[in-house]
């Protein structure tokens, strides 16, 4: 073999082993862009559901009637509140609340979806409760209970004496189901340290050390994550399957200790429909314009809904309504946007379209 095909051979070697270089990095930017996003999207449902709980419990703990019954241990009384109250607020909220009342000794006094489980002592399953105790100041977090859920505690204190605690618990259900609207599957994971107190998720599967603590859980992705193992996607945060993307992020309870971890699994599939990296961000932030939508179509429809949101609003919430929708959106923004400047336009514009470069003249 002459020298120049020496060199030429060499040449196509470094080429191809720099081209290989590159697609890696890119690709693994993609991939590290993508869990930006779906954390971005985790933290946001899991503070809107905090502070639905928390708005909740303390909406609750504030009724002077339901502190009465608790403290003439009128159970009866006290049920009846809870189911009235939390029943208007799920006609208002869209969604289940299931709210408790604890007596300051840890049994359980009332709860508004079941009263088989009154006079039950938690005591075992809820160590927190002796932090509310001591401190008298509310807890909201995700705690191993009888099972994992989300709870927000609100200690009613009369004459500076504990007398009980308002709860409202938001199970996983909720969360599995706002991720399923986007494709996205989830698999929430509880350290094994806590199986004696979650008495509730003694049949649940187990992946190593962990227990799966959501109902009905994707059994492709608890298999394949058997035979992978959890270290490395605990460990990096990303784990890349043969057909799906694993995304980690670890769960706190109100002591800052480590009880467990959200999987979000995206599909390749999936991943494949975004081509750049402007246009599969953008596809995503979408989301959350969608989140804006439903929340706005799911009140009375007999209310003109767009009367009172704002120019920047419709235009977010005009790239993902309803047909029809969008005709009465666009009418209203011809009469607002009328009265604005040209400076105020492209303020607007900007706003609204951050992640898009634009060029041309205003007109």
Known sequence: MRLYQKYLILVLLILLTMIGYFYVQKKQEFVNRIDIVLMNLLDKQIEQEKAESFAFAFALAQNETLQTAIENNNTNKATEILKRYTSTLEVFSGSKIHAQIVTNDFIIF???????????SIK?????????????KPHLSFEAARRLVLIASIPIVKKKHLIGFIEVIQKLDAMKNYFANYDIDLLVLMDDR???QAILLKNNPRIENMIVANDD???????????????GLLTNGILEGDDYFYFSRAILNSKGQNIGSFVLV???KKMKLFSAFEEELDTFLTYSRKDLYYSFINHNPSINLWDNSTAKELLSLKKCVHPEDKIAIEEKLRTDLDNYTKDELVSLLLDTNSNQKSRGHIK
């Open 110 to 120: 009332a709860r508004n979806w079941e009263s088989t489980s009154a006079g039950l």
């Open 124 to 136: 075992a399953y809820r160590p927190d409760l002796d932090d509310i105790v001591l401190t008298q």
């Open 194 to 196: 806590y199986k004696d």
């Open 217 to 231: 859980a994707n059994i492709h992705h608890i298999s394949y994550l058997k035979h992978t193992g959890l270290n």
């Open 266 to 268: 995206l599909s390749k």
